[in-house]
């Protein structure tokens, strides 16, 4: 727990530590390139923690000079040291899943398939997720390829963005989906030139089969929490922040409060809670309430989040002139709902969070948060539009004004087969060439805060800053990259993924940064990513990562050398 009025930060001879601290430090990190985040203090070489505070950042010498008999004192090679990361934008998945992300090939995909089905009980399904149609023959995803490895037993996977689901035939077979099978409303089932469906189910007839995998247990629900804690502190992430615009289910909530209690929740979490029309006062005092009495816990709420369009590869996101082609895409709320719903939370002191993607649909979202200002007068009030791939560039200076906050994903400038073949095309140049572009939010004085879209794209976040840096693929096309005006320098991307996230979550006085006074959250990395060329972003690994002065990974083979 800080407790910011017994804390005073000072720099004598270029160390900042805490005034009066009578004891010696447990632990002195030393012989690093610490990129703290702070404008008063950029660099340091080292810094020492007691509990889960830093209390003192500056050059080896100084901090070395509070060592005590027991301050235990690691030497960092030299390596880049950085604040934890914090994902802006992270979804806890519903099930376990084959993760068949960049798999680019059915052989691929039938390998992680195979292998992934080795760790599940035998028989059961077998669900996977994230692959394109680009990874299969003529670009036509078939239960063909699923029934040649999985004869016998149901296969589901859903492709990356979540419109479509490849079934095999025995999940066909236990949907009870034949020919005959008609349509159901806002989805179809497709089928072959013999009338057969062929496995692929669009929109809603996902549904079909994947209503029918059994729904996790607490349990179940715990240890696939486990697995995704570990995968994050293996990529240094310290927080990540949930917008499932449902809220956590009974199951989550009692899992996510179960690694509080076993001591097991390694990041700093921030749960949703939704964000409808209509919701009476007395439910959203109830949120205000659970947002009071979780401030600065490990688990936190504080805002609601809504759904307002769907995305530009399905033509679903809301934009103010036709795609190319044809079609707007349509909001999932009218104006009126949008902006008295977005008033009712507001009033309540609750921050919201609005997905929109398309122009449209962003010019509703800060027209709403216009709208609740006018209404419920000033206050520190940090809404946030999360995606906002392509604003139109009148809107793009009302992120400042309104203290908006843009909550983008910057893996989406990576130009793969998708961006360049689908959604670009959609689009049209001209506003492509703004489209996941976080430069015109750093230009317009705006704060950005990064994040993965986790399970749509991997959560690695050096993998982001790969994209933004260079707006390649990561084997480096096209040369000179996509839109390269577009890009961004790797220190503002780690500015937007530490403490401007932090600042999106009101949480900039107690993470974020390395600084005296706020919690031990940083991470070591293997190369110096403020100096190394572009490429080898996606080389570095992360060595170790702490959180709250606790260790919660730690790369095989590195020590860190003990040092007196
Ligand atoms: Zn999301």
Redesign the pocket.
């Known amino acids: 727990m800080l407790r910011p009025s017994r804390i005073v930060a000072l720099t004598v001879s270029a160390l900042a530590l805490v005034a009066g601290a009578a004891e010696p430090p447990d632990r002195i990190y030393v012989n690093a390139r610490v990129w703290t985040g702070e404008p008063s203090q950029p660099e340091a070489e080292a810094f020492a923690v007691s509990g889960d505070q830093f209390v003192a950042v500056g050059t080896d010498k100084d901090v070395r000079a509070l060592a005590g008999p027991r301050t235990v004192v690691t030497d960092l090679e030299a390596r880049r040291v950085v604040p934890g990361f914090n994902d802006a934008?992270w979804?806890l998945p519903s099930r376990r899943s084959a993760r068949l992300d960049g798999a680019g090939s059915v052989e691929v995909i039938q390998r992680r398939l195979v292998d992934y089905s080795r760790t599940l009980p035998a028989g059961s399904w077998i669900v996977g997720r994230g692959w394109m149609p680009t990874d299969f023959p003529n670009r036509t995803a078939d239960r063909r390829y699923l029934d040649a490895v999985f004869p016998d037993r149901p296969v589901v996977i859903r492709d990356r963005d979540g419109h479509q689901a490849l079934a095999n035939t025995p999940a066909l077979k236990l949907a009870g989906i034949t020919r005959e099978t008609p349509d159901p409303p806002d989805g179809w089932i497709e089928r072959g030139p013999d009338g057969e469906p062929t496995g692929l189910l669009k929109e809603a007839a996902a549904s079909l089969v994947t209503g029918l995998l059994p729904p996790l247990t607490t349990d179940e629900t715990y240890q696939l929490l486990l697995e995704e804690l570990a995968t994050a502190a293996s990529f240094g992430l310290t927080s990540l922040q949930d917008?499932t615009d449902v809220g956590l289910t009974q199951s989550e909530t009692a899992a996510v409060m179960r690694a509080v209690e076993k001591g097991t929740m390694t990041v700093r979490y921030r749960a949703p809670l939704p964000l409808e029309v209509d919701v009476p006062a007395g439910q959203i005092a109830k949120y205000a309430a659970l947002r009071d009495s979780t401030r600065d816990a490990l688990v936190s709420y504080g805002f609601a989040k809504t759904i307002l369009d769907g995305t530009v590869d399905a033509k679903t996101a809301f934009m103010l002139e036709p795609y190319v082609g044809g079609g707007n895409g349509v909001p999932m709320l009218s104006r009126q709902e949008l902006n008295s719903a977005v008033a009712d939370f507001d009033r309540a002191g609750l921050q919201v969070e609005i997905h929109a993607i398309g122009d449209g649909a962003i010019r509703m979202a800060l027209d709403a948060y216009e709208h609740a200002a006018k209404v419920n007068g000033p206050r520190d009030r940090r809404h946030r539009v999360?995606h906002v791939e392509v604003p139109a560039a009148a809107d793009v200076a009302r992120f400042r004004e309104l203290g908006v906050i843009a909550s983008t994903q910057p893996i989406g400038a990576t130009p793969d087969v998708i961006t360049l073949e689908n959604y670009a095309p959609l689009i049209g140049p001209e506003r492509s060439s703004r489209a996941y572009d976080p430069k015109q939010f750093d230009d317009a004085g705006a704060i950005q805060a990064f994040g993965s879209?986790y399970p749509?794209y991997s959560m690695d976040p050096l993998a982001g800053i790969y994209a933004v840096v260079t707006r390649q693929t990561r084997d480096g096309s096209p040369p000179g990259g996509w839109y390269p005006e577009n890009r961004i320098t790797v220190e503002a991307a780690l500015r937007h993924y530490t403490r401007d996230a932090a600042y999106a979550s009101f949480d900039e006085s107690r993470k974020g940064t390395i600084a005296v006074g706020k919690y031990a959250d940083f991470v070591v990395l293997s190369g110096d990513i403020l100096a190394i060329a572009p490429a080898e972003l996606l080389e570095t690994r992360v060595l170790l990562t702490v959180m709250g002065g606790r260790e919660t990974y730690r790369a095989s083979g590195f020590g860190g050398s003990p040092s007196r």
């Open positions: 934008h979804h917008p999360e879209d749509v």
